[in-house]
């Protein structure tokens, strides 16, 4: 069974940083994998998505925001900093057999396997 497991998220002040983890496990067939973003009442957004040729980034964490892959580990990354109070949210990892795609970037119903979610509260 593929499994993703987020870690990594907690609170902090506007302005701070964090990094959030997802350790993958083996059979996760993915070529696309990214970080989606859900706030109570609203729709989970995508936030950054990356496969072996493109990152993609949502306009609102650009410059703020950075993903990674640590293929020896089976780890992805999000390296968040400058955070903002709208960034408040449950964060959540997830894979899929389909490429990377750039604008629009892919919706959540087009990802197969998901985290389940780590929470990351940014105060002003």
């Known amino acids: 069974q593929a499994q993703l497991v987020e870690s990594g998220g907690g609170s902090v002040q506007a302005g701070g940083s964090l990094r959030l983890s997802c350790k993958f496990y083996?059979?996760?067939?993915?070529?696309?994998m990214g970080w989606f973003r859900q706030s109570p009442g609203k729709e989970r957004e995508a936030v950054a998505h990356i496969d072996r040729v493109s990152t993609v980034y949502a306009d609102s964490v650009k410059g703020r925001f950075a993903t990674t892959i640590d293929s020896t580990e089976n780890t992805l990354f999000l390296q968040m900093n400058d955070l903002k109070p709208e960034d408040t949210a449950m964060y959540y990892c997830?894979?899929?057999?389909?490429?990377?795609?750039?604008?629009?970037?892919?919706?959540?119903?087009?990802?197969?396997?998901w985290g389940q979610g780590t929470q990351v509260t940014v105060s002003s």
């Open positions: 083996s059979p996760v067939n993915r070529r696309c």
């Open positions: 997830a894979a899929t057999d389909r490429w990377c795609r750039i604008k629009p970037m892919l919706p959540a119903t087009d990802f197969e396997r």
